[in-house]
Structure formats: structure tokens, C-alpha cells
């Protein structure tokens, strides 16, 4: 039984990197997973990500380009105010412009750059560098 399917599908990410695969199926899929790995990807961490549908929910098959050192979820899953992302990204990542924090807002599952770009908070999910 999976208590949190976010913090599997990204250990499996992560095991996978570590081990030097080329290609990842994540399963079960869904629509956190999704949007988490799309902006992964957006942020140049993930090659192509494609949906397969199955008769158990589906899979996700990535494309790895091996840029990923480490990657976990937050939690409990803080609301951060978007005055209060530098901190954050001081708590989690190893330097300044090094990783991304993914946090879901308002405006969807963004990165913190974006987020601080927008002037918009939300909760942090993940890190990933």
C-alpha cells in the first residue's frame, strides 16, 4: 500500500539517476505526478515524459538525462508566503540558483523562481538538484 505515491515516484526517480537508467516507468500515474514532472521537465531535469494508459491508472515512461543529484518531497507541505521563498530555498537546496523548489499555487505546480517572479505563494511538494 503507498502512503504517498509523490514521494515514491520521485525515490524511484531518484534511484533511477543514481544507477545511470535511461528510461523510468512510474505507475501508478496521476495528476500531481503529472504536473510535478512537468515542471521538472520545463526546468530542464527530465527528457521527454509520456502518459501511458492502462487499465490500472496508467504509467508515465521518462526520458532521463542524468542531471539529478538528489530530489524529495516537503513535508508536511508548508504554505509559503512568496516574501518568504528565499528562505525556503536556503532550507532545502544546496546553494543560491542551484535546484528548484516545485510548489503548487494558484496558478498550478510551478517552480519557486516562477513563483517569486509572479508575486504568488503557495505549498511547497518538492526539491530537486
Known amino acids: 500500500m503507498q ?3 509523490l514521494a ?3 525515490n524511484a526517480l531518484l534511484n533511477a539517476e543514481k544507477t545511470g537508467k535511461k528510461t523510468l516507468t512510474v505507475k501508478p500515474a496521476s495528476k500531481i505526478i503529472a504536473n510535478v514532472f512537468r515542471t521538472v521537465q520545463r526546468a530542464g531535469y527530465l527528457g521527454e515524459l509520456e502518459y501511458i494508459e492502462d487499465h490500472r491508472g496508467g504509467m508515465f515512461e521518462i ?5 539529478i543529484n538528489k530530489c524529495g518531497v516537503i513535508k508536511p507541505r508548508f504554505p509559503v508566503k512568496h516574501d518568504k521563498l528565499e528562505d525556503e530555498e536556503r532550507k532545502y537546496l544546496p ?8 510548489m503548487t499555487t494558484s496558478e498550478g505546480v510551478i517552480t519557486h523562481d516562477d513563483a517569486r517572479e509572479r508575486g504568488i505563494g503557495g505549498r511547497l511538494l518538492a526539491y530537486i538538484y
Request: aromatic share 6%; no cysteine.
Open 63 to 67: 526520458q532521463l538525462l542524468g542531471r
Open 3 to 5: 502512503m504517498d505515491p
Open 95 to 102: 546553494a543560491r540558483g542551484f535546484g528548484i523548489l516545485v
Open 8 to 10: 515514491d515516484a520521485l
